[in-house]
Each structure stands twice: as C-alpha cells, then as structure tokens.
C-alpha cells in the first residue's frame, strides 16, 4: 500500500493520526508525519483514515488489495 498526503491541503483536524496511529502522528500541532509504505495489516485503519479526513488530503493506492492498476474489463455482455 502506498499513501500520499497532500500536505498543502491538509489542516492539521488529526483525524488520520486518532484512527491509524502506527500510519500518521502529528509532530506539533500543525506538522503531520505518516509512513508512505503502510504495512498491508493496517489497510482497514488506513481506510477508516482515509474516510474520516475533512479536507480529504490522503490518497492510497492499493487499498483495495490490488497494486492500483486498473482491473482487465469483465466478459460481460456488449
């Protein structure tokens, strides 16, 4: 699982850090610190992480399990 944080739209509410504090820590009162490469044992706190940011600055990419590329069309009916 990879994350980013759009630390320029961020505000600093800490969200992140209450649901997953093995991800994200707030250093100060203002200054956000997370691990990039997230464990994949911690998804479903990432995912509550994720939900509950305001400003929805965090973005994850395979935290559905998957490496983020996008999955092959279904043989459904055309």
Same mark, same amino acid.
Not at 22 to 44: C, I
């Given at each position: 699982?990879?994350?980013?944080?759009?630390l320029n739209?961020c505000?600093g509410?800490a969200? =992140?850090?209450?649901? /997953?504090?093995? *991800?994200f820590?707030m250093?100060?009162?203002?200054?956000l610190?997370?691990? !990039?490469q997230a464990d994949a044992?911690?998804r479903?706190?990432?995912?509550?992480?994720?939900a509950? =940011?305001p400003?929805? /600055?965090?973005f *994850?990419e395979?935290?559905?399990g998957?490496d983020?590329?996008?999955a092959p !069309?279904s043989?459904?009916?055309?």
């Amino acid at each position: 699982m990879r994350l980013v944080v759009d630390l320029n739209r961020c505000q600093g509410y800490a969200q =992140c850090a209450f649901l /997953a504090p093995d *991800v994200f820590a707030m250093h100060g009162e203002e200054s956000l610190l997370y691990d !990039p490469q997230a464990d994949a044992s911690r998804r479903d706190e990432v995912a509550r992480a994720v939900a509950a =940011c305001p400003v929805q /600055a965090i973005f *994850v990419e395979g935290l559905d399990g998957t490496d983020g590329t996008p999955a092959p !069309p279904s043989g459904g009916d055309l």
